[in-house]
């Protein structure tokens, strides 16, 4: 995986550090959104690698970046809403240098921060979040004009709720697809290949032709 080491600025105060895989031809463009930084969240991420590999491996460039406050990004860990504006200004970054369209992939406090970013991003192709910890908080409505979610969890996650998590699927409609790994934890350690071949899968049904 070639990947090229760049720097995305969201304002005057804050600049992220951001890693990119660009392909030739490719469908679209995937950001993978790391887990939360006071607890050791990076970009660096098992679960992060596992979605880029996916993505990659469907035939989409791939950024994984740090949140703001995180490794060499700028600023401080802003609770939330200002990583969400990080992810808007990754977005619009991708944007100016690629056709095609966007996807969202998020695992933990990173599906948390991807969804309230969907929120404010028109026509994405598709979104998955890993793991998201509802004891956190909760999910932002998946946008009506927004391509199909598949979220992703263990079936002993600790940090979540199956019930509530079908619940938002209900609520989402025909689109959301919930997917229980039994036996499954918080971490995916040794599960990874599961997430990338979910990844890989999700991104080839939401691919149209290559750009």
């Known amino acids: 995986m070639s990947e090229l080491k760049v720097t995305i600025a969201v304002d005057e105060a804050v600049s992220l550090e951001a890693a990119y895989s660009p392909l030739e031809g490719a469908r679209g463009a995937a950001v993978v959104l790391h887990p ?43 609770g939330g809403a200002a990583e969400a504006e990080d992810v808007l200004a990754v977005a619009g970054w991708l944007a100016q240098r690629q056709k095609g369209p966007l996807a969202l992939m998020g695992y933990s406090f990173g599906s948390l921060i991807g969804s309230l970013a969907a929120t404010r991003l028109t026509g994405l192709a598709c979104g998955l979040w890993a793991s998201p910890p509802l004891v956190l908080g909760e999910l932002a409505p998946w946008p009506v004009q927004a391509g199909p979610l598949l979220i992703m969890v263990g079936s002993a996650d600790e940090f979540t709720d199956v019930g509530r998590l079908e619940a938002y699927c209900r609520q989402t409609g025909a689109r959301c697809r919930l997917e229980v790994s039994k036996g499954g934890d918080h971490f995916w350690w040794g599960g990874e290949s599961v997430l990338t071949q979910a990844s890989r899968g999700l991104l080839l049904s939401a691919s149209g032709p290559a750009v």
Do not use: C, E, I
């Not at 930084?37 to 098992?46: E, I």
């Not at 880029?52 to 491996?57: D, I, M, N, Q, Y």
């Open 36 to 78: 939360h930084p006071n607890y050791g969240g990076s970009m660096d991420n098992n679960v992060v690698w596992a979605l880029t590999r996916g993505a990659l491996a469907a035939g989409w460039s791939a950024l994984r970046f740090n949140f703001r406050g995180v490794g060499r990004s700028t600023g401080r860990h802003g």
